[in-house]
C-alpha cells in the first residue's frame, strides 16, 4: 500500500499535469484589494465576490478610499455579500488601521496582518502567498476535504490539515499547489462527488477503496 509521501508525489505529478498554470481565483488591483475580496470570500464563493468587487474596485482601490466612504457606505456596496455588515465594519476597521499605522501599505509579515481587524490566520496565509509570494499554505474547505480523502491528514482541524500538507510537499510547491487542490477540489473532487472512490487521484491513491469516505468539516 502506497504511503503518505508516495501518495503526496503522485498528487503532485498529477496535478502539474492538469494544472501548469494557476490564475488567482479573486480579481484584485492590488494587494489590499487582494485583502479585502479574501475577507469578502468567507461563505461566498469567489464568482460573487468578482462580479461585486468589479463595480467597486475601478474606483475604490486604497485603504484611504475606504475610510473616505465609511461602513454605511461599503455596506450598501458589498449588500449582495453574505454577512455584508461584519465584512464592512472589518474593512472600514482594517482600513483605518493600514492608513493610520502603516501609511496605507500592506503589512508583509503573518503576525501583523493577523493582527490587522477581521484577518485571521488562513487570509493572512492567502495574501502572503499570492500577493507577496511568500511560500504559504492557506487551508480552505476544498483542501482540508481533499487531504482527508487522500489520506494526507486525519482532518481534525484546519491547522493540524497545513502542518500536515507543509510536511509532505516542498515548499517551492506550496503557492502554486494549493491553488492546484482548490481548482481539483471544484471541478473534480467535489464535496457531493467522488467521495474518495471516483475521480482520477482518489482511484490512483486508493485503487481498492470501495466505501465512500467521509470528512470532517473545516
Avoid at 487582494?34 to 475577507?39: D, G, H, M, Y
Avoid at 471544484?186 to 482520477?200: D, Y
Wanted: aromatic share 8%.
Amino acid at each position: 500500500m502506497m504511503g503518505a509521501i508516495g501518495r503526496a508525489k503522485v498528487i503532485l505529478r498529477i496535478l502539474n499535469k492538469i494544472y501548469p498554470k494557476t490564475p488567482i481565483p479573486l480579481k484584485h488591483k492590488n494587494n489590499f484589494t487582494l485583502l479585502i475580496s479574501v475577507l469578502l470570500s468567507a461563505q461566498c464563493t469567489d464568482v460573487n465576490v468578482n462580479n461585486v468587487t468589479k463595480n467597486i474596485y475601478p474606483k475604490y482601490n486604497k485603504p484611504e478610499h475606504f475610510v473616505k466612504l465609511g461602513r454605511k457606505k461599503i455596506e450598501r456596496l458589498i449588500k449582495s455579500i453574505g454577512i455584508f455588515r461584519i465584512k464592512a465594519k472589518s474593512i472600514y476597521n482594517l482600513s483605518k488601521t493600514l492608513v493610520k499605522k502603516y501609511n496605507g501599505r500592506i503589512p508583509r509579515t503573518f503576525e501583523e496582518l493577523e493582527q490587522l481587524p477581521g484577518v485571521g490566520h488562513k487570509t493572512a496565509s492567502v495574501v502572503m502567498s499570492q500577493g507577496f509570494g511568500h511560500p504559504a499554505f492557506p487551508v480552505d474547505t476544498h483542501i482540508h476535504r481533499l487531504a482527508q480523502r487522500w489520506g494526507l491528514t486525519n482532518g481534525k482541524n484546519v491547522v493540524q490539515t497545513e502542518t500536515d500538507l507543509k510536511k509532505l510537499f516542498p515548499k517551492k510547491s506550496w503557492n502554486k499547489l494549493h491553488l492546484q487542490i482548490i481548482y481539483y477540489g471544484r471541478e473534480h473532487c467535489k464535496a457531493r462527488e467522488c467521495f474518495g472512490i471516483s475521480c482520477k487521484i482518489c482511484t490512483t491513491c486508493y485503487p481498492g477503496r470501495k466505501k465512500p469516505i467521509k470528512t470532517k468539516k473545516a
